[in-house]
C-alpha cells in the first residue's frame, strides 16, 4: 500500500517570506514526484515535478527530493497572497504502475 | 489544446436517479484517471484506464457505480442508482505513460444527490 502523508494545516506565513510544505511517502521505489496546486473550488493544477535527488527550481516554487529519506518538499519563496491554496503532493507507482497516489494536501494561507 | 473536459460542471438529482458523468481526455494522452473527492476522504482513485482498457477499478465504490472508455476521446462515469452519500466532486484526469509529466485534471463536475 503506497502512502503519501502531509500534514494539513493550515500552515501561515506572511506575505513576503518561504513557505515550506513537506511531504514523506512509503514506497521506497517510487520514481516520480508532483506537486499540484489546488484552489477551493478548483482541480488540481500541475506545478512542479521532480525524479532525481537534489533541488530543482522554477520562478519562485523550488521542489526538493530525497530518496533516501522518502521525503519531498515544496519551497515557495516570496509568498504572495495568491499562493494561497492547497498543495497535493503525489508519486508516481513502481513496476510499470503509471497510477498516482495523492497526499490529502496541506492548506497554505498567506496573509497580507 | 483544450485540457480535459469535463460535463456537466454541476449536477443536481434526487436520489434513485441515473447519473451520467463524461469526460474528454486530452487528445494524444493514452491513460484515463477518475476520482472522486470529498472532504473527508480526500482524493480517491476510482477507476483507471490505459489505452482504452479499464486496468484498476479497484476503487469503484460498489455495483452501482460503473465506467465506460468507448474510445480514446471519451469517458463516462455513471451511477445507478444515486444516493446522498455520492455527493462529492468527481474529476477526470489524463496522462501519457510514457512521458512522465504528471496528470492533468479536468474541472471536475460538483454532484449534488438530495
Known amino acids: 500500500q503506497k502512502e503519501v502523508e502531509q500534514n494539513s494545516g493550515p500552515l501561515s506565513v506572511p506575505e513576503g517570506a518561504i513557505a515550506s510544505l513537506n511531504c514523506t511517502y512509503s514506497?521506497?521505489?517510487?520514481?516520480?514526484f508532483f506537486w499540484y496546486r489546488q484552489y477551493s473550488g478548483k482541480s488540481p493544477e500541475l506545478i512542479m515535478f521532480?525524479?532525481?535527488?537534489g533541488d530543482k527550481e522554477d520562478g519562485r516554487f523550488t521542489a526538493q527530493l530525497n530518496k533516501a529519506s522518502q521525503y519531498v518538499s515544496l519551497l515557495i519563496r516570496d509568498s504572495q497572497p495568491s499562493d494561497s491554496a492547497t498543495y497535493l503532493c503525489?508519486?508516481?507507482?513502481?513496476?510499470?504502475?503509471?497510477?498516482?497516489?495523492f497526499g490529502r494536501g496541506t492548506s497554505l494561507i498567506v496573509h497580507p | 489544446d483544450a485540457g480535459v473536459i469535463q460535463s456537466p460542471r454541476h449536477e443536481v438529482t434526487e436520489m434513485g436517479q441515473e447519473v451520467t458523468l463524461r469526460c474528454k481526455p486530452i487528445?494524444?494522452?493514452?491513460?484515463l484517471f477518475w476520482y472522486r473527492q470529498t472532504m473527508m476522504r480526500g482524493l480517491e482513485l476510482l477507476i483507471y484506464?490505459?489505452?482504452?482498457?479499464?486496468?484498476?477499478d479497484s476503487g469503484m465504490p460498489e455495483d452501482r457505480f460503473s465506467a465506460k472508455m468507448p474510445n480514446a476521446s471519451f469517458s463516462t462515469l455513471k451511477i445507478q442508482p444515486s444516493e446522498p452519500r455520492d455527493s462529492a466532486v468527481y474529476f477526470c484526469?489524463?496522462?501519457?505513460?510514457?512521458?512522465?509529466?504528471?496528470?492533468?485534471f479536468g474541472s471536475g463536475t460538483r454532484l449534488t444527490v438530495v
Open positions: 484526469a489524463s496522462s501519457h505513460t510514457t512521458k512522465a509529466y504528471g496528470y492533468t
Open positions: 514506497d521506497r521505489g517510487s520514481q516520480s
Open positions: 521532480i525524479y532525481s535527488n
Open positions: 503525489a508519486l508516481r507507482g513502481t513496476g510499470g504502475s503509471y497510477i498516482p497516489t
Open positions: 487528445s494524444g494522452h493514452n491513460s
Open positions: 484506464f490505459n489505452n482504452n482498457v479499464p486496468i484498476d
